[in-house]
Nanobody, 119 residues
Framework: QVQLVESGGGLVQAGGSLRLSCAAS????????MAWYRQVPGKQRELVAA???????NYADSVKGRFTISRDNAKNTVYLQMNSLKPEDTGGYYC?????????????WGQGTQVTVSS
C-alpha cells in the first residue's frame, strides 16, 4: 500500500512559479513510476508530467519547456517545478504512483492540491 500526500499548491499570478511536492509512504518508492495529473471541473484528469523509476520523463505538450518533474528516491518524494504559469494551468493537481510490474493492482492517487493562476 502506498499513500501519497501532495503539497505546494496555491494562488499565483500569471508568469509566476510554484513547486509541487508529493511525499510517498512505503518501502518501494524507487521502483514506482510517478506522475502528475491535472483535473478541472467537468473534464477528465489529464497527464501533465511523468517520470519512470529509471528517471525518464515525458510531458504534456502544453507544459513542455515550462514544467520539470523530478524525484528524490532517498526522500520518497516527487516534485513538479512549474514556471511561467498560465491561467490555463489552473486545476487540481494529483500525484500518481504506479508499479510497472502490476500497474492495475498497484495504482495509487493522492488527494490533490489546487493550483490557481490569475491573469
Amino acid at each position: 500500500q502506498v499513500q501519497l500526500v501532495e503539497s505546494g499548491g496555491g494562488l499565483v499570478q500569471a508568469g509566476g512559479s510554484l513547486r509541487l511536492s508529493c511525499a510517498a509512504s512505503g518501502n518501494f518508492f524507487s521502483r514506482n513510476n510517478m506522475a502528475w495529473y491535472r483535473q478541472v471541473p467537468g473534464k477528465q484528469r489529464e497527464l501533465v508530467a511523468a517520470i519512470t523509476s529509471g528517471g525518464s520523463t515525458n510531458y504534456a505538450d502544453s507544459v513542455k519547456g515550462r514544467f520539470t518533474i523530478s524525484r528524490d528516491n532517498a526522500k520518497n518524494t516527487v516534485y513538479l517545478q512549474m514556471n511561467s504559469l498560465k491561467p490555463e494551468d489552473t486545476g487540481g493537481y494529483y500525484c500518481n504512483a504506479r508499479d510497472p510490474r502490476f500497474p492495475i493492482l498497484h495504482n495509487y492517487w493522492g488527494q490533490g492540491t489546487q493550483v490557481t493562476v490569475s491573469s
